[in-house]
């Protein structure tokens, strides 16, 4: 096995050929070993660990996404309240250098949670980032949001820098360690009531983030919350989450706790008839039910949307799934995921979901559309004729909205 190999086996990162020379390039000089043959380290050897912190993105700033620790506060204060007494655990995985648990512990601390009652676990797979992280010292870059108010309350200046202080500090214990570890989860199963796990998976292949969804799941309480980054929500439900409405955060429970109560959502009103490529214009239909379950279902649509406009097919299709998770028969989800087949150039994939939107909403107008579309374009006049016949007697009841192609 080559050292990608070994790399993307260990660690389920997908690193580009650059970045992994460039890093044995690094090591080399740095050993003295005049070969490429020469350099062949072992996963789990301290060689093997100093390759990984230069091929690591420990990218990260404080209270990044501001909302995210606005929807683990409020869980928090929840929590105590139903535990009284007990010390809750929050987990940051992968915590980079410190920028994201340190947050979370200045956000206890300003709503006067003390470490006894909630401590945090901190995990990255780059010693260099815990190394970092235990030294606390941060430049500019760690600082980027409008306002840093908090800065001045939690940071001691120090030259051109900002030291974290001794407060925030006590809630936080850094440690070493890869999540795909089979060790990290079997030494911490079930411990957290909150995880952080943010910003991990977009840098991992299938397998990988299959493999980390499990162990995330094994690390949480049955009842316990995830907060994901946005890209990474549809792989957490593909692996047994739930999304939860929590005001703009991505957050998600295990699945058999969640709370699924989906009521049947009135049909949208269909949209502009022109089929679009890769440009899906149409707006979203805001879902009209009052669920969390429902909500998340609504954002995971406009998000496929929007992805798919900005030609990010592959987690546009994600997003459809996951709402598809929720909602099997989501007549919406079909049809998008028919326009991102097309757009990805799989018109077979795409014929299926649009017939399978059609099934369920036989009066999905653009969906009879794109299908008629699709067969013109393989010369199949006559379903093709059929189609727009179906679409014309559709626009003729008032069942469109928007202009005919
Ligand atoms: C972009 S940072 C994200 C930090 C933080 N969660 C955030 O959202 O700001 C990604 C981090 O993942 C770490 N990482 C990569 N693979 C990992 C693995 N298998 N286990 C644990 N951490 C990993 C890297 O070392 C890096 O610090």
């Known amino acids: 096995m080559n050292l990608h190999q070994l790399l993307r086996n260990d660690t389920g990162l997908v690193l580009p050929d650059e970045a992994v020379e460039r890093a044995v390039r690094e090591r080399r000089l740095r050993l003295g070993l005049s070969t490429r043959e020469d350099y062949a380290p072992l996963p789990r050897t301290p060689e093997f660990e100093a390759l990984?912190?230069?091929?690591?993105?420990?990218?990260?700033?404080?209270?990044?996404?501001p909302e995210v620790f606005d929807a683990a506060l409020r869980f928090v204060q929840r929590r105590l309240l139903s535990h009284p007494g007990r010390q809750l655990a929050i987990l940051s995985l992968p915590c980079a250098g410190g920028e994201?648990?340190?947050?979370?512990?200045?956000?206890?601390?300003r709503a006067g949670i003390s470490p006894a009652q909630c401590r945090i676990d901190a995990l990255d797979l780059s010693q260099a980032a815990i190394a970092r992280a235990r030294h606390g010292r941060y430049t500019r870059n760690a600082f980027r949001g409008a306002d840093l108010a908090f800065r001045e309350r939690w940071f001691d200046s120090d030259g051109g820098g900002y030291v974290i202080g001794e407060t925030p500090r006590r809630y936080v214990r850094f440690s070493q360690g890869n999540l795909l570890d089979p060790a990290v989860p079997a030494r911490n199963a079930g411990r957290y009531d909150l995880v952080f796990c943010r910003n991990l998976l977009i840098y991992f292949d299938e397998p990988g983030r299959v493999a980390a969804a499990a162990?995330?799941?094994?690390?949480?309480?049955?009842?316990?919350?995830?907060?994901?980054?946005?890209?990474?929500?549809?792989?957490?439900?593909?692996?047994?989450?739930?999304?939860?409405?929590?005001?703009?955060?991505?957050?998600l429970q295990k699945q058999a706790l969640a709370t699924v109560r989906l009521r049947p959502r009135p049909?949208?009103?269909?949209?502009?008839?022109?089929?679009?490529?890769?440009?899906?214009?149409?707006?979203?239909?805001?879902?009209?039910?009052a669920s969390p379950a429902a909500v998340t279902v609504g954002r995971l649509i406009a998000q496929a949307r929007q992805l798919a406009d900005a030609g990010r097919l592959l987690e546009a299709d994600q997003a459809c799934r996951a709402a598809l998770a929720l909602q099997p028969e989501l007549a919406e989800a079909w049809f998008l995921l028919g326009l991102i087949g097309d757009a990805g150039g799989e018109p077979r994939a795409a014929e299926r979901h649009l017939r399978?939107?059609?099934?369920?909403?036989?009066?999905?107008?653009?969906?009879?559309?794109?299908?008629?579309?699709?067969?013109?374009?393989?010369?199949?006049?006559?379903d093709a004729d059929l189609l727009r016949r179906r679409a014309a007697r559709v626009h003729a009841r008032g069942g469109k909205q928007g202009a005919t192609r």
């Open 267 to 289: 049909p949208p009103p269909v949209a502009n008839a022109k089929r679009p490529r890769v440009d899906m214009a149409p707006t979203p239909t805001p879902p009209q039910a």
């Open 356 to 382: 399978r939107c059609l099934y369920l909403q036989p009066e999905h107008y653009e969906a009879l559309c794109s299908l008629a579309l699709l067969h013109e374009q393989r010369g199949e006049a006559q």
């Open 100 to 109: 994201e648990p340190y947050s979370m512990a200045m956000a206890l601390a």
């Open 52 to 65: 990984v912190d230069l091929v690591t993105v420990p990218e990260s700033w404080m209270f990044r996404d």
């Open 215 to 251: 162990a995330i799941r094994a690390l949480l309480l049955d009842d316990g919350l995830l907060l994901s980054g946005c890209a990474e929500a549809p792989a957490f439900c593909r692996g047994g989450f739930a999304p939860q409405s929590l005001g703009a955060a991505y957050a």
